[in-house]
Structures are given as C-alpha cells and as structure tokens.
C-alpha cells in the first residue's frame, strides 16, 4: 500500500471542492505548521512517478512570479505569485491561485514602475512562508511549468531553504522545452514574442497571474504539437531533448 502523501491529501480535497480553488485568502496557518508542511515536501513528495502518463493526460500547474528583483542570492525576495492549473492542453480556469507576497523589505522603484506592485500593497500580504505554504497546498503533488524556468527555480529554492530550511523538490518544467523540441526558434525567446507569435493576449503583463495563463496558453500549443509530433508522454520528450544538438 503507498505511504500517506499529505500533497496528494490536500490535492484531493481541492479537487473536490473541500478547499477553494483561490487560496491567496485561504489555509491559513502559524509559522510552525507552515514551516513543518514545507519540510514535509521533501520527506513525501516521491519522484514524480507519471513519467510515462499520455501528455493529453498530464497534469500540471503552471507559474509565474514576480520579485524584487533577479538575485536571490542577494537579497531578492518574491513579490507575488500566480498561478493555473492545466489537463494536457486544456486550461482548468477554475484552478488557480494568485497572492502578492511581503519581502519583508522594501519594493524597488523600478520593479513598482514595471510590476505596479508597491510596497504599500503588500504590507498586509502573507509573509514568504505563509505565501509557498499556501502554494504549495494548491499545487499538492502536480509538476510546474514556467517559461525560461530558471528564475522560478532560483527563487523558490533560495526562498524554501531561507524560510523552513527545505529544500525545492517539485519537477519543474520548461516551454521551451516543447518549443525547442518541435520547432527551431530563432532569435528572441521572450514570452511577449511568443504570445505575440500566437495571438495569445496578456491581460496585464508582469502580472504573475496573467502571465502565468499567458504562459498555460504557450504550453498548451506546443504540447498539442508534441503530440502531432508522435510524442505520447514526457519520457519521450526528455529522450528526445537530450539527441538535440
């Protein structure tokens, strides 16, 4: 019998209906719970085991988020975080999440230009550890997806490690990954140049909700093409990726 996953628990209960679907309001909880679940991460989350899981059939949440700035490593802090869940192409609308976040330092003047987050919207805003305990319960034990990924990694890595001192365990995939693996892109990689290729629309950009779906649209298109393609699920994909000169 598998062991007791407190993600896929809380997974479930989302999905039915138990727990809100937004929960930038809800879970709420003390430091310690918090910190005691985002250890749990590590302890409960296996590898994820639907390697070979049609990708029609893939389940995933994808994110955005924005910060104070581009280095964790010194000092940059999540600002909010955005999030919609997704079945293959199809966009579960009624999955998301969506929180400002409180560095607990001030917002630079260019990121309140370019976010239009400042500082006084997130003085009453959960703290970084209330912000991923949160996520990380709507997430439960589903794969991310973020376009050029490495920034989502480096933060949620710096940011589990500084508040519960665990560690960042979720798979987490790239689009550009699809997008490298059916086509030969060229030049600029940016989501704009990509949403603007498909005629996806951002609502509000360098917001992390509305990027994220943005961002949901763009994985949708290239997973429907992998599939065209003859790709039936990720452990073809990644076999593939890696022939890729």
Known sequence: MPGWNPLNRLWNANRENRIPSKLSSAVSGNDLKDQAFLRSLAKELHPFPNIE?????????VVDLETTGFYPQRGDEIISIGAVAMRGSQVL????FSTLVNPGRAIPAH???????TSQAVADAPDTLTALSRFFQFVGSR????????????????????????RFVHRLLDTMMLIRLVSRPMGNSSLDVFCAMHSIP????????QDA??????????LDR???HGY???QQVYEEIGNLP
């Not at 609308?93 to 998301?96: D, P």
């Not at 990121?111 to 987050?117: K, M, S, V, Y």
Request: cysteine-free; overall charge positive; proline content about 3%.
């Open 53 to 61: 899981m049609p990708l029609e059939q893939l389940e995933v949440v």
């Open 93 to 96: 609308a009624n999955e998301s």
């Open 111 to 117: 990121i309140e230009a370019l976010t239009g987050i």
């Open 143 to 166: 794969p991310l997806v973020a376009h050029h990924s490495r920034h989502e990694r480096e933060f949620f890595r710096a940011a589990l490690w500084k508040t519960s001192k665990s």
């Open 202 to 209: 951002i609502v509000k950009r360098h917001d992390a909700y």
């Open 213 to 222: 779906l943005a961002t949901a649209f763009l994985w949708g298109i290239y």
């Open 226 to 228: 992998a599939v065209k």
């Open 232 to 234: 039936k699920d990720l």
